[in-house]
Every structure is written in structure tokens, then in C-alpha cells.
């Protein structure tokens, strides 16, 4: 008496196997109807987020500019966010995974408090999760297609992190992410090694210049943008603040009419 084929064994145990239907002998292999997809590139983004310490806390700037491609599509996107009294975040790249993972960590945030036990998230606490979860979507080849600035008070102490989607990360007191690490990182560094004791009001001035030069010389930034300020007195958010520009030196540009 003929045996069952070990297929059939394999399917009642295991179901389907991808790529077939129903892979019984003389059956057509058809391919699989519902392939397994990943979000390879980013649709509205966000440009540079810039960190910088001072003398008494920590502040995060990032214009409200969202793109979708090269259109200068949403004017009004917030990229910044307060998680508590210690801990502020901001984010570049696609914004609707910063809506994504900033929905869970909003829901973390609320569990924390409801367990009300006098512990929550500090910002090396959020900043080593945020290593591990984008390190475990990259591996995955899922990535949140996003860089972080992680700003706050730890222990006391001015505290500055950054994390980018594939689980790079480090800690330093300037950071700068997207095109602001090439143009705005300089700057922030110049400023802090000449006056690492700066006020807040010397930091929103050093950051401001920053944005500034970015909407000068970034296709995909606005001279409009959001900061975040963390001090023992707790977090501010200053919105929609506008620098004030000056296309003067247009006229002295030439070679491109």
C-alpha cells in the first residue's frame, strides 16, 4: 500500500509553503499572491535636527518643513517632541515613521505613569531603547527610515544622543542630522569649544544662526522651525519661531540667469 508523499505530511503540519498553492503532484507552482513588502524609500521627510548643550540644559531645533520629494509640500509639521519634564526628541527623515514609533513611545511614556512607581524615562534610557528597536528593524531589512536627536537632563547633567536608522549612535554636546551635518555641525562645534558654559539665550542665538545657514543653503529646509529647551525648571517648546533673512547678496550672484 502506497504512502501518503511526504508533502502532504508537510502540508497539514506546516500549511502552504510560499511561492505555491496547493503544491500537490502535477499541480502548476503559481507564485505567491501576497509577497512580503518593505518601505524602501522615504515619502515626506524632514530635514536636519540640530542638539546642542549649554551651560544649564539642552536645546533641539528642527524646521516645520515637510517634503514630499523635491515639493516643498506641509509648512506646519512638528519634528520635536516632549516625552517628560527631563526628556525631549526631534527626528528627521520620513515623518510618517516618526508618527509611528512616536505613537508607541507615547503609549510606553502613559504605562510608565499609570505603574506610578517613581521611575520613567530618562534620556539615556530612551536613547539606549531607541538603539536596540532601530538596530532591530534594520537587521530585520525594515528600517524606520529616521535619525534622533535625544536631548535632556540625566542624573542632573546636560545629556545629548543621537541615533540613526540602522542603530548608529553616540553621545556628544553638539549633534546635527541630515544636510545640518555638513553645514550646521561645524558651527555648533566652533561655538561650544569656544564657550562650553553658553546661557540659553547664547544657545537659541548659536541655533538660530544654524537654521538660518540651513535655509540658505538646504533646498529642502524653512526658515521657519520649533525648539526645545530642557532645564531643571522642566521642558519648552518655543514654536514656530521665524528667522528673519536677508537675500541682499542675491544681486551679486551671477552666471545663472
Do not use: H
Not at 525631549?88 to 516618526?98: E, H, K, N, P, V
Not at 499609570?114 to 539606549?128: A, E, I, K, Q, V
Not at 554636546?173 to 544636510?179: E, F, N, R
Not at 545657514?213 to 519648552?236: M, Q
Amino acid at each position: 500500500m502506497a504512502t501518503a508523499p511526504l508533502f502532504r505530511t508537510e502540508f497539514w503540519r506546516n500549511g502552504p509553503q510560499p511561492g505555491s498553492i496547493y503544491n500537490f503532484p502535477g499541480g502548476k507552482t503559481k507564485p505567491d499572491l501576497n509577497p512580503m513588502k518593505r518601505t524602501m524609500n522615504p515619502t515626506v521627510t524632514g530635514t536636519s535636527v540640530l542638539g546642542l548643550k549649554f551651560k544649564d540644559g539642552v536645546v533641539i531645533s528642527a524646521d516645520k518643513l515637510g517634503s514630499y520629494g523635491s515639493l516643498a509640500r506641509y509648512r506646519d509639521l512638528t519634528r520635536v517632541m516632549k516625552i517628560n519634564d527631563t526628556t525631549i526628541l526631534g527626528s528627521s527623515g520620513d515623518y510618517a515613521d516618526f508618527q509611528f514609533l512616536t505613537n508607541l513611545i507615547q503609549e510606553r511614556v502613559i504605562e510608565e505613569e499609570c505603574l506610578n512607581d517613581g521611575f520613567g524615562y530618562t534620556p539615556l534610557r530612551l536613547f539606549s531603547w531607541l538603539t536596540r528597536v532601530l538596530y532591530n528593524r534594520r537587521s530585520n531589512f525594515n528600517p524606520l527610515w529616521n535619525t534622533y536627536i535625544v536631548g535632556g537632563l540625566q542624573d542632573g547633567e546636560p545629556f545629548l544622543g543621537y541615533v540613526d536608522k540602522i542603530g548608529t549612535a553616540y553621545q556628544a554636546p553638539t549633534v546635527a542630522s541630515g544636510y545640518g551635518a555638513y553645514i550646521a555641525q561645524p558651527l555648533l562645534r566652533e561655538a561650544f569649544e569656544n564657550n562650553p558654559n553658553m546661557s540659553l539665550e547664547e544657545a537659541a542665538k548659536t541655533i538660530d544662526r544654524c537654521m538660518k545657514i540651513l535655509f540658505y543653503r538646504d533646498a529642502r529646509s524653512l526658515n521657519k522651525y520649533d525648539l526645545a529647551i530642557v532645564t531643571k525648571d522642566g521642558v519648552e517648546i518655543k514654536s514656530s519661531i521665524v528667522s528673519e533673512t536677508n537675500w541682499e547678496i542675491s544681486d551679486f550672484v551671477k552666471g545663472y540667469e
